[in-house]
């Protein structure tokens, strides 16, 4: 089982195709995550309704990046909720590389 999870605070909705390849659609979870009030993001609609990914709100509360902290919480639930064998995780961020460590642990 495999799952990809986007930073689409850090991630343009023009590196999709890059994103995915011909198992994109075997994926159990396709999550997105963003500030979606954010006219930045509005052209990742499209993309999101296409590829059947879920949306996730993450709204800015005192300049915080609420959007890691949603992504990693989600990441960490569905690893133990879910038996996913592959992560994919798409962000240009390094405040990740902790939860990579994590992964690691679990063999994903």
């Known amino acids: ?25 075997k994926f159990i979870i396709k999550k997105i995550f963003g500030d979606w009030s954010k006219t930045e993001l509005k052209n990742w609609a499209k993309k999101v309704i296409d590829y059947g990914m879920e949306p996730i709100q993450c709204f800015r509360v005192n300049k915080k ?9 989600e990441l960490i639930h569905d690893i133990y909720e879910y038996d996913i064998k592959k992560i994919y995780l798409a962000t240009s961020d390094i405040d ?3 939860v990579c460590v994590i992964l690691k642990k679990k063999n994903i």
């Open 1 to 25: 089982m495999s799952a990809i999870y986007i930073d689409a605070d850090n991630v343009s909705y023009k590196n999709i195709e890059d994103l995915v390849n011909k198992d994109f659609k």
């Open 65 to 73: 990046q609420t959007t890691d902290v949603r992504l990693i919480s």
């Open 96 to 98: 990740f590389s902790y």
